[in-house]
């Protein structure tokens, strides 16, 4: 824990180009809370928990992430309309004006890093023109002890200034908010925008380029749990999908919830110092874990709540994207250090939401890469204006915007990671049966452990073969039976009730699939083109 003497010590940030600002360093969680309410920034809910409101932004903005092409970045990066260019001229000119617009403010410093491996530690210093902002920090990154804070030695520098606005005709941006990363200066430079999960994915796409690139190591947007017996699970996912949710299980430790490395020693390591969840109808019985760490020291995002801090988790009239973050002590079931060893479980979550993929199934190595490269979910009605029917979204390795390479590297560094760790992958459906949204229900999440858990202590593996049947749409080996899972939830078409719109929906999204994967070919090999749906 960070003692009170270190919010003492002065440091000065000349070599940044912010001067004559009033600099909070290494304020603790009570101070940050205590000095986001005093100035109106913040409420107190009834948990305990700060409640603040982002503004404009009440989630990310990919088209208003840049990286800055250089030496570095030029032949390596993916560019395109994730991975959008920005010229070091323009960085610096940038840079220069935020830098300004901080100097003479009240500004909050922190160090910190990311990466729970020692091996792969890499020191932060964060910036941040809110408290709030520090504060989001401190849950997220790792926390130094005190004498890792002596002798500390920034490497990468976090530079976040929400009331900054940039002049897109001048600045070269698109609009007024931008998070852009430069890894020639090691600096993630953010304005006009409040959203605090700019701050953590701008560090977290940057060990997505240096890890592979420099340290041999697959970084991976899941969460990752380990059992009583060493080995670890990894849950893949898009936002909404259950990462968090599935991987806070009561009977396994918690090694993380978003950002992990696999390292050729075939460990798993956190990024991360904290949890981000979704909190979009959280209750109690369903999440336990998740609602009990909402109490002081956890930020809640843009929620509601009334006069006396009783939150709302249901009321979206903010935004859908209503969100938690917490030190991930506040979980009881954890692993110390966040470190895995022997995965043996792949999971990749999918809410389909038009209600025709099983709710579980095991992949071969072609459709595990054929799969992750997809990183297929769906939107629902709606979540986003114009959204009336269910869409399918595809978003490769199941995060597209935080992965500066060409998704293929990363499907080449998992399917030998797969190899040489004998790896099982499932493909799990964490979204509707009975019928698309609007007509079936969401899979019930007991329904959902139960599978993961049959998967994970090898019953799914132990009945006999005919125990599996081939999906003639998707060809995929579903189970036919499941402990603890009632036989007719395990077959979509079956809980249709309806053959003809069941097959139709499936080929219709299966052709979603095959279009989306066009732009992928011409980098598959064989095998992966053969893990595509058969039909559609």
């Known amino acids: 824990m960070v003692n009170k003497n270190q919010t003492k010590k002065n440091i000065s940030l000349d070599n940044y180009g912010i001067h004559n600002a009033k600099v909070n360093y290494q304020l603790t969680a009570e101070q940050l809370q205590n000095d986001t309410i005093s100035k109106g920034q913040g409420k107190l809910a009834s948990s305990g928990a700060l409640a603040i409101n982002t503004g404009e932004f009440t989630g990310r903005s990919p088209m208003d992430r840049f990286i800055v092409k250089d030496d570095i970045t030029n032949d390596k990066i993916w560019w395109g309309d994730i991975n959008i260019p920005f010229s070091p001229e323009k960085f610096d000119k940038l840079y220069s004006k935020v830098t300004a617009y901080l100097s003479d403010k009240e500004i909050y410093v922190r160090d910190c890093y990311a990466c729970a491996d020692d091996n792969y530690k890499l020191n932060i210093r964060v910036i941040n023109e ?31 200034a929400p009331g900054f606005k940039a002049d897109p005709e001048i600045d070269g941006t698109r609009q007024h908010n931008f998070a852009i990363l430069n890894f020639t200066k090691k600096i993630a430079l953010i304005g006009g925008t409040g959203y605090t999960g700019e701050i953590k994915k701008g560090i977290f796409s940057a060990l997505n380029f240096i890890l592979p690139v420099f340290k041999n190591t697959m970084p991976m947007h899941c969460s990752a749990n380990v059992g009583k017996d060493g080995e670890t699970a990894i849950f893949f996912g898009l936002s909404g999908t259950g990462k968090t949710t599935l991987s806070a299980d009561p009977d396994r430790k918690l090694i993380g919830d978003d950002e992990h490395g696999w390292t050729s020693e075939n460990t798993v390591f956190n990024f991360e110092g904290g949890c981000y969840a979704k909190v ?17 020291g956890a930020i809640l995002e843009n929620i509601v709540m009334d006069k006396d801090g009783t939150v709302d988790f249901d009321d979206i009239s903010i935004t859908q994207n209503t969100r938690v973050s917490y030190p991930i002590n506040h979980i009881e079931n954890i692993q110390v250090p966040s ?6 479980n792949i999971f990749f979550l999918t809410a389909d939401a038009f209600g025709v993929l099983p709710p579980i199934s095991k992949l071969t190595p072609g459709q595990a890469a054929y799969h992750f490269i ?10 986003e204006a114009g959204v009336d029917e269910p ?16 998704p293929t590297k990363y499907a080449e560094m998992l399917s030998k990671k797969m190899q040489e760790a004998g790896v099982t992958v499932w493909l799990v459906n964490t979204g509707w049966t009975g019928g698309p949204f609007g007509v079936g229900t969401r899979m019930k999440l007991k329904y959902t452990r139960a599978m993961i858990t049959a998967a994970i202590d090898g019953s799914l593996e132990k009945v006999n073969a005919d125990n599996y049947h081939i999906h003639s749409v998707f060809g995929l080996q579903q189970p036919r039976t499941c402990p603890n899972v009632p036989t007719d939830v395990l077959s979509p078409r079956a ?5 003809k719109g069941y097959y139709e929906t499936a080929h219709k999204l299966a052709a979603s699939f095959k279009e989306n994967f066009k732009k992928f070919e011409s980098f598959a090999n064989e095998e992966i083109m053969a893990g595509a749906p058969p039909l559609g």
Not at 281 to 288: C, V
Not at 339 to 344: A, C, T, V
Request: aromatic share 16%; proline share 7%; glycine share 4%.
């Open 495 to 499: 809980t249709w009730r309806n053959d």
């Open 391 to 406: 869409l399918p979204s595809f978003s490769a390795c199941f995060g597209a915007p935080f992965m500066p390479l060409h």
């Open 130 to 160: 809110y408290s709030w902002s520090n504060m989001f920090s401190y849950n997220m990154f790792l926390r130094p002890s005190n004498s890792e804070l002596e002798n500390f030695k920034k490497e990468w520098l976090v530079v976040n």
């Open 374 to 383: 997809s990183g297929y979910t769906a939107k629902v009605a709606g979540t």
């Open 339 to 344: 470190i895995g060893k022997n995965p043996k």
């Open 280 to 296: 979009i109808n959280l209750s109690e019985q369903n999440e336990p874990d998740i609602f009990k760490a909402i109490k002081a």
